[in-house]
């Protein structure tokens, strides 16, 4: 596209905030009343699920005790602030074009995560009731995004189905996180090795039993990126 063109689409469709809309009149994403309210993954975190800080070895001691079912996970963002907002727009108020500014983000901001990611991008399923029930799905969405942003990854939603459908994870403990995501997968083969993209990684539980099952499809080595992580992660 010429110069001239983005000029005009950028006039004639002015770009919007994606946590509260206001007109953006410089930078890509948020406001600068939703800017500063984010807050970011540094560079320093644990290696294995991105938990920040500076650990023994690289693991945070959840992972250095137990290593969780993925070999890596990252995600730009605490879930927080403007880019919660965010995606809470873009899940419950329907609105799935946010997919297109905040795949471009998780692109943009997970640069040193995706050189050695795996190359075929897999979303986290939604069950059928809920995928009714809402329309689309924001995991495939943003996966989608983000292998167009990347050039290199390549979409590949047909490895990983629910089986049974589960209730939602909100409000529910840990451990009945775990019982109520066992067995939820099923999986295909045929990849060696699998990046799951999904919106919020939470306390890792669903990840963790996408990743099960795809492992025990004979995929060796699955990853997971998400736009943002809780602050404090459990990992079964
Ligand atoms: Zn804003
Ligand atoms: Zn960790």
């Known amino acids: 596209m010429t110069r001239l063109l983005e000029g005009?689409?950028?006039?004639?469709?002015?770009?919007?905030c994606v946590a509260c809309d206001a007109v953006l009149l410089q930078g890509k994403f948020f406001c600068e009343d939703c800017e500063p309210l984010l807050l970011?993954?540094?560079?320093?975190?644990?290696?294995?699920?991105?938990?920040?800080?500076?650990?023994?070895?690289g693991l945070c001691p959840r992972c250095a005790k137990k290593r969780p079912a993925f070999e890596r996970a990252f995600a730009p963002f605490e879930h927080d602030?403007?880019?919660?907002?965010?995606?809470?727009?873009?899940?419950?108020?329907?609105?799935?074009?946010?997919?297109?500014?905040?795949?471009?983000?998780?692109?943009?901001?997970?640069?040193?995560?995706?050189?050695?990611?795996?190359?075929?991008v897999c979303p986290i399923p939604l069950h059928d009731g809920r995928y009714r029930a809402r329309r689309y799905d924001q995991a495939t969405l943003l996966a989608n995004e983000l292998s167009l942003r990347s050039g290199r990854l390549v979409l590949a939603d047909d490895l990983l189905?629910?089986?049974?459908?589960?209730?939602?994870?909100?409000?529910?403990?840990?451990?009945?996180?775990?019982?109520n995501v066992r067995g939820a997968f099923e999986a295909r083969g045929g990849v060696t090795s699998v990046l799951l993209v999904d919106d919020v990684l939470t306390t890792g539980a669903t990840a963790a039993e996408a990743a099960r099952a795809l492992h025990a499809a004979g995929v060796k080595v699955v990853e997971v990126l998400t736009l943002?992580?809780?602050?404090?992660?459990?990992?079964?």
């Open 161 to 179: 189905v629910r089986r049974r459908a589960t209730k939602r994870q909100v409000g529910l403990s840990d451990a009945q996180r775990i019982a």
């Open 40 to 57: 970011t993954v540094g560079p320093v975190h644990c290696l294995r699920c991105a938990e920040p800080g500076r650990f023994v070895n």
């Open 228 to 236: 943002c992580r809780a602050k404090r992660l459990f990992m079964p």
């Open 81 to 120: 602030g403007a880019i919660a907002r965010a995606i809470h727009r873009f899940k419950y108020e329907d609105r799935p074009e946010l997919a297109g500014p905040l795949g471009e983000l998780l692109w943009l901001q997970s640069p040193d995560f995706l050189e050695h990611a795996p190359k075929h």
């Open 8 to 16: 005009l689409i950028e006039v004639m469709f002015p770009r919007a």
